[in-house]
């Protein structure tokens, strides 16, 4: 069979393609949010218990699929995952109440957990050390690609059909994604497509200490959860990820009520605050690896990038004293870009710290502690918003990545074999 130059490539993209799907499924409802609202009379508060149906569950899902997929593999379970939450998606159009769309979300959330541990996974298995970040990045801006690509795409199916369309649209991508993957995703030492030197520079290029010793030894949760690195990566993102679902959830209905936008002008402007954090996915990989390559050790130089993201992340706090509607629409951009610098080091700092085969479940379980934050966020954005408006949660939110740049500083601790394979 013909050998495909750096193949590992097409493999992390494969999953980015397929993290797009993701994200846009999950997005869809905060695009279509103000049309739901407004023709089922849902109210605010209940519409936060539909998104905290889908973050609760997504929150204990990321843990449970991360170990799931460590347990059968990454190419069976990513797939079966993906064939769940496409099925889920489409079932948003079969129900008009609040309760039958919290169960929807809840399964959808569950299934979708497998998204950001099975795109470290993969990373993790298909890239040398030093390239690991930037394939990180590259595989990440899925999550933001997809969420911009929901704004036109949700609202056309909205103006042409209705809301429920959209969601059968939505939900048949994931359908399609499922079976893409189980048909073209392999483990390098199992790719007939990739060639032995390929093979020898990822392997060559990989933490040995992170290698597994026993094939058949099983990845322990307390294993886990009694290292501090954990730890300093899972509070890092449970202050980081409150971001990142005000703006996939709140931000449009923002955009609505405070900024006076239509359903034509959220088309026009709520996907740029995912285009932003698009360029964040990919600065991240790069920025860490200009800091690597000048001697600073692979480990800081993904704590100095956070920390870039968690300065600039600051300037989403002046959205709650700007009056230019446009203006604000660039600082919430910012803060996409911001959000997703730091976000995408935080989830490739699992790869980079843990075994192979503990690699998936340990960033599911720091993935639950993000969603944890995020939740929470949430359920006050919902319960306050009325009373308070947007401005408080903004300038909260210009604070909590600091507050997690001085804890990963404080927690992580550089395994010095790492050094050996950073430059």
Same mark, same amino acid.
């Given at each position: 069979?013909?050998?495909?130059?750096? /193949?590992?490539?097409?493999?992390?993209?494969?999953?980015?393609?397929?993290?797009?799907?993701?994200?846009?499924?999950?997005?869809?409802?905060?695009?279509?949010?103000?049309?739901?609202?407004?023709?089922?009379?849902?109210?605010?508060?209940?519409?936060?218990?539909?998104?905290?149906? +889908?973050?609760?569950?997504?929150?204990?899902?990321?843990?449970?699929?991360?170990? $799931?997929?460590?347990?059968?593999?990454?190419?069976?379970? +990513?797939?079966?995952?993906?064939?769940?939450?496409?099925?889920?998606?489409?079932?948003?159009?079969?129900?008009?109440?609040?309760?039958?769309?919290?169960?929807?979300?809840?399964?959808?959330? $569950?299934?979708?957990?497998?998204?950001?541990?099975?795109?470290?996974?993969?990373?993790?298995?298909?890239?040398?050390?030093?390239?690991?970040?930037?394939?990180?990045?590259?595989?990440?801006?899925?999550?933001?690609?997809?969420?911009?690509?929901?704004?036109?795409?949700?609202?056309?199916?909205?103006?042409?059909?209705?809301?429920?369309?959209?969601?059968?649209?939505?939900?048949?991508?994931?359908?399609?994604?499922?079976?893409?993957? $189980?048909?073209?995703? *392999?483990?390098?030492?199992?790719?007939?497509?990739?060639?032995?030197?390929?093979?020898?520079?990822?392997?060559?290029?990989?933490?040995?200490?992170?290698?597994?010793?026993?094939?058949?030894?099983?990845?322990?949760?307390?294993?886990?959860?009694?290292?501090?690195?954990?730890?300093?990566?899972?509070?890092?993102?449970?202050?980081?990820?409150?971001?990142?679902?005000?703006? @996939?959830?709140?931000?449009?209905?923002?955009?609505?009520?405070?900024?006076? /936008?239509?359903?034509?002008?959220?088309?026009? +402007?709520?996907?740029?605050?995912?285009?932003?954090?698009?360029?964040?996915?990919?600065?991240?990989?790069?920025?860490?690896? +200009?800091?690597?390559? *000048?001697?600073?050790?692979?480990?800081?130089?993904?704590?100095?990038? /956070?920390?870039?993201?968690?300065?600039?992340?600051?300037?989403?706090?002046?959205?709650?004293?700007?009056?230019?509607?446009?203006?604000?629409?660039?600082?919430?951009?910012?803060?996409? !870009?911001?959000?997703?610098?730091?976000?995408?080091?935080?989830?490739?700092?699992?790869?980079?710290? /843990?075994?192979? @085969?503990?690699?998936?479940?340990?960033?599911?379980?720091?993935?639950?502690?993000?969603?944890?934050?995020?939740?929470?966020?949430?359920?006050?954005?919902?319960?306050?918003?009325?009373?308070?408006?947007?401005?408080?949660?903004?300038?909260?939110?210009?604070? !909590?990545?600091?507050?997690?740049?001085?804890?990963?500083?404080?927690?992580? *601790?550089?395994?010095?074999?790492? @050094?050996?394979?950073?430059?």
């Amino acid at each position: 069979m013909k050998k495909i130059p750096k /193949f590992r490539w097409c493999m992390i993209l494969l999953v980015c393609a397929i993290t797009i799907i993701n994200y846009l499924d999950r997005t869809a409802l905060g695009v279509a949010a103000p049309t739901i609202l407004e023709t089922t009379g849902i109210t605010k508060e209940q519409y936060s218990w539909i998104v905290s149906a +889908f973050q609760l569950a997504y929150t204990i899902g990321q843990p449970i699929m991360g170990f $799931f997929i460590d347990t059968i593999g990454l190419r069976l379970g +990513f797939a079966i995952c993906a064939v769940i939450w496409g099925l889920a998606t489409m079932g948003h159009a079969l129900t008009g109440t609040w309760q039958g769309l919290a169960f929807m979300r809840g399964v959808m959330g $569950f299934s979708e957990a497998s998204a950001i541990p099975a795109g470290i996974k993969t990373a993790t298995t298909w890239f040398p050390a030093k390239e690991r970040g930037i394939a990180s990045g590259v595989f990440n801006m899925g999550t933001s690609f997809g969420a911009m690509l929901a704004p036109p795409l949700i609202a056309w199916c909205i103006l042409f059909q209705g809301w429920q369309f959209a969601f059968v649209v939505s939900g048949s991508l994931a359908l399609f994604a499922a079976l893409a993957w $189980f048909i073209f995703y *392999r483990d390098p030492k199992d790719s007939k497509i990739l060639s032995p030197e390929e093979r020898e520079y990822i392997e060559a290029g990989q933490e040995k200490y992170l290698g597994v010793d026993n094939q058949k030894e099983k990845v322990s949760l307390a294993t886990i959860l009694t290292q501090r690195n954990f730890w300093g990566i899972g509070i890092a993102r449970f202050l980081a990820d409150p971001a990142w679902g005000t703006i @996939n959830f709140w931000v449009p209905i923002f955009f609505v009520e405070t900024l006076h /936008f239509s359903l034509k002008e959220i088309a026009m +402007f709520v996907w740029l605050p995912f285009l932003m954090a698009d360029l964040g996915c990919l600065a991240s990989g790069f920025v860490a690896k +200009f800091f690597n390559d *000048r001697g600073v050790s692979l480990i800081n130089s993904r704590l100095i990038t /956070f920390t870039i993201g968690a300065v600039l992340m600051m300037t989403i706090g002046f959205v709650s004293i700007v009056e230019n509607p446009y203006l604000a629409v660039f600082l919430i951009s910012l803060g996409g !870009f911001s959000h997703q610098l730091l976000s995408t080091v935080a989830s490739t700092l699992g790869g980079d710290l /843990f075994k192979k @085969n503990q690699v998936a479940t340990a960033v599911g379980m720091a993935g639950a502690c993000a969603w944890t934050g995020q939740l929470i966020f949430n359920l006050f954005i919902g319960a306050f918003v009325g009373i308070i408006g947007f401005g408080p949660f903004f300038i909260a939110l210009a604070f !909590f990545d600091v507050i997690g740049a001085i804890v990963l500083w404080t927690f992580i *601790r550089e395994n010095k074999v790492n @050094n050996s394979i950073s430059n």
